[in-house]
């Protein structure tokens, strides 16, 4: 994606402005490339500064400035293409220019793609909270640390092949229903990757921990995932099978047929 659509598209996320179709676009991006996760990390850390920030007058000549600079942008991209200074547009540019003026942020983000400290920073930061999280994933921790673990993944913006993996083995595997909920909780974040999806799909066919079959049907359907309509065939003609899960997977088979 062109970097300055992204970024434009990474502040209206930040703010909660987008539409539903320009968020999915946003969150496929991040869910499938590293550098726009680092791109929105430093966005959002400037954006909640400029939150922070006490407001700041400018001067008459900054602003007359400003709006000069403006009004030649937009009668040089013609009068149709004023909607590319969206309010939340202005208002950051604004803000980022008063503080770079005043001496308190310089570049906000870098177009550069060399690693600097700050990148070094962060992705050591992000590996530290992986290792945190693999740890309280692991049997061997008690079940309330291991809900917390699967709580840490809830947060990350992306979740890489190792993370996954054991959440998914915490989803099928561990033997406390919360901690099965908690995993299942963070991987339904990620159900766009395929990778999740199909651990999600190949789950259902082997769970056997009824809440954790109410909530996963519930996520199946919610996905329209139609592959699982056999399995939810089997469900409901498993008589062994619970009947408050039957009751779901037969609501299931009518809402994805």
């Known amino acids: 994606m062109d970097k300055?659509?992204?970024?434009?598209?990474?502040?209206?996320y930040i703010d909660g402005t987008l539409t539903d179709t320009d968020r999915l676009i946003v969150e496929q991006e991040l869910a499938q490339h590293e550098t726009s996760c680092l791109v929105y990390e430093q966005?959002?850390?400037v954006v909640q500064a400029m939150h922070n920030s006490p407001p700041v007058e400018p001067s008459?000549?900054?602003?007359?400035?400003?709006?000069?600079v403006l009004k030649e942008e937009v009668e040089r991209n013609g009068k149709n293409k004023t909607a590319?200074?969206?309010p939340t547009i202005y208002r950051v540019a604004?803000?980022?220019?008063?503080?770079?003026?005043?001496?308190?942020?310089?570049?906000w983000i870098s177009r550069q793609q060399q690693p600097n400290a700050?990148?070094?920073a962060m992705r050591k930061e992000v590996q530290a909270t992986k290792m945190m999280l693999m740890t309280m994933l692991e049997n061997n921790q008690s079940a309330s640390q291991r809900v917390q673990g699967a709580n840490v993944a809830y947060t990350l913006v992306k979740a890489d092949d190792e993370i996954v993996q054991a959440l998914v083995s915490a989803l099928n595997e561990d033997p406390n229903t919360n901690v099965r909920l908690a995993?299942?909780?963070?991987?339904?974040k990620f159900h766009q990757d395929p990778a999740v999806r199909s651990a999600l799909i190949k789950s259902l066919r082997v769970q056997t921990d009824p809440s954790v079959q109410l909530v996963l049907i519930q996520l199946m359907v919610s996905m329209k995932e139609k592959s699982v309509i056999r399995d939810l065939e089997e469900i409901v003609g498993d008589e062994g099978t619970l009947k408050a899960v039957k009751d779901e997977?037969?609501?299931g088979l009518l809402k994805l047929t």
């Not at 008459?60 to 000069?68: A, E, I, V, Y």
């Not at 995993?183 to 339904?188: G, H, V």
């Open 4 to 12: 300055d659509k992204l970024e434009s598209l990474l502040i209206g």
């Open 84 to 86: 590319f200074f969206h």
């Open 183 to 188: 995993a299942l909780d963070a991987l339904s």
């Open 94 to 107: 604004a803000s980022v220019t008063l503080l770079m003026i005043a001496g308190g942020i310089g570049f």
């Open 60 to 68: 008459g000549r900054l602003k007359t400035s400003f709006d000069q």
């Open 118 to 120: 700050e990148l070094e």
């Open 43 to 45: 966005l959002k850390t």
């Open 249 to 251: 997977a037969y609501k």
